[in-house]
């Protein structure tokens, strides 16, 4: 930031911290990311009134050592030696200064400061937008670890449970739904789940509970865990991956347990998604495995699945399987929704090499490349472009041309040809 970036940026703390302090009725939520950080406690988490701004707050979290010498002679800011403590000497003024000075984008960003700015019909700034647009606490890892840690205080079986899935809070997940291309029938379903959550009250009086077990069928590298971690930032739920190989055991009886801690899990941190991978796993079972002990995890499975629901449990249950074929018929109908996810045609390849490219200086023709690129997957198309952009590191360019996209296109060529291989 310039200077007078730090300034605002650091006065827009301090009048939050004043504002907040006022209001009451504000909470964790109309604060920003950033205030969270500084305002909560290091040793209990959440925020307690009245939050302070210290000098050495402000170095801990944002990294800003000199506030003091930042904020320079600023009228509106007085300074406690005792504690190092920043703090307004009169709000009104503080606020005017702070709007004149170029502040209306913190404001448009920090829901405590929308609050109070609302009313200025100058300013032009709704606080119902602002908060909408502010990422939820219960979003955040730290909302998520303190949830659990209360949740497997004094229960062993959830404490066995978190060994076996990989639990990440919506602001841990990378997948954004603007980094996916998705086929009308993907955006659909999304816009589904977000409506039965929304009524999830209605749905419940009318007995609707056959909602939200969705299975995700497609070759590898189509997006299928991409969108389920996607969905997790956008329907605010943390995401519960496992994998069913993963979760058995070789000790007798040990895999159904396994499999009805990781529902109760699932249950308990909820709203949650529980996203299971390998789900074809439960066929083959099934299908080949005549052992006893499998056969009992095969139908713990099935049974938690059946008992599970989005509109009781506040569970969104999602399967993904390579091989849909491999499903029975047991297994199948315990999903109310298919989706698939097949190779990208041409018109989708377009767009995703112009989503992946969309921060790298490329000179292709993405239509060139998308009819060239015939049979490529999403993820086959990230790799390429991964190893074209590697490529021109090491001839010292940081622009991709037609010589590093054929490269790209030969390594996703080659390594196609040795999965293919018979080595027997």
């Not at 310039?2 to 939520?29: C, K, Q, W």
């Not at 509970?209 to 991409?226: D, H």
């Not at 999602?318 to 091989?323: F, L, Q």
């Not at 993405?366 to 090491?394: C, N, P, V, Y």
Request: charged fraction near 30%; aromatic fraction near 8%.
């Amino acid at each position: 930031m310039s200077g007078d970036a730090d300034n605002l940026y650091v006065m827009e703390i301090i009048l939050t911290a004043d504002i907040f302090n006022r209001h009451p009725e504000l909470d964790i939520n109309d604060l920003t990311p950033a205030c969270r950080e500084i305002f909560s406690s290091v040793n209990t988490p959440g925020i307690k009134r009245p939050v302070s701004v210290s000098e050495g707050m402000l170095k801990r979290s944002l990294g800003i050592s000199n506030a003091r010498e930042i904020l320079g002679s600023n009228p509106f800011v007085s300074y406690e030696e005792f504690g190092q403590r920043l703090k307004l000497t009169t709000l009104e003024p503080a606020a005017v200064w702070f709007l004149k000075q170029g502040g209306k984008p913190f404001i448009e960003k920090n829901p405590t400061l929308a609050f109070y700015f609302e009313s200025l019909d100058s300013v032009g700034i709704s606080y119902e937008s602002v908060r909408k647009s502010n990422p939820p606490f219960e979003d955040t890892k730290a909302y998520l670890d303190t949830k659990i840690s209360k949740l497997i205080a004094d229960d062993e079986k959830l404490r066995n449970a978190l060994d076996l899935v990989i639990v990440s809070a919506p602001d841990e997940v990378e997948q954004r739904m603007d980094d996916l291309v998705c086929t009308p029938d993907q955006t659909r379903l999304i816009t589904k789940i977000r409506h039965a959550i929304d009524h999830q009250d209605f749905l419940q009086r009318h007995r609707i509970y056959e909602v939200g077990k969705l299975l995700f069928v497609g070759p590898p590298g189509t997006g299928k865990t991409s969108l389920a971690l996607a969905m997790s930032h956008t329907l605010h739920m943390p995401v519960l991956e496992v994998r069913i190989s993963m979760i058995t055991s070789q000790y007798l009886g040990e895999t159904s347990k396994n499999i009805d801690r990781i529902f109760e899990f699932a249950k308990k941190i909820s709203p949650s998604i529980l996203f299971i991978d390998e789900f074809d796993f439960v066929a083959k079972s099934r299908v080949t495995d005549d052992h006893g002990a499998m056969k009992r995890a095969v139908n713990s499975l099935l049974k938690n699945i059946d008992r599970v629901s989005l509109v009781k449990d506040r569970v969104l249950l999602i399967g993904a399987t390579n091989h849909p074929q491999l499903l029975d018929e047991a297994a199948w109908r315990r999903f109310d929704e298919v989706v698939e996810f097949s190779l990208p045609e041409k018109g989708m390849r377009e767009q995703i090499l112009k989503k992946v490219t969309a921060s790298i200086d490329c000179t292709c023709d993405f239509q060139e490349l998308a009819a060239e690129t015939e049979g490529f997957s999403g993820a086959d198309l990230r790799l390429m472009i991964k190893e074209a952009l590697l490529s021109a590191l090491m001839d010292q360019r940081q622009e991709i041309d037609r010589s590093d996209i054929e490269k790209g296109i030969m390594m996703v060529k080659n390594r196609d040809a040795i999965r293919r291989m018979n080595w027997l």
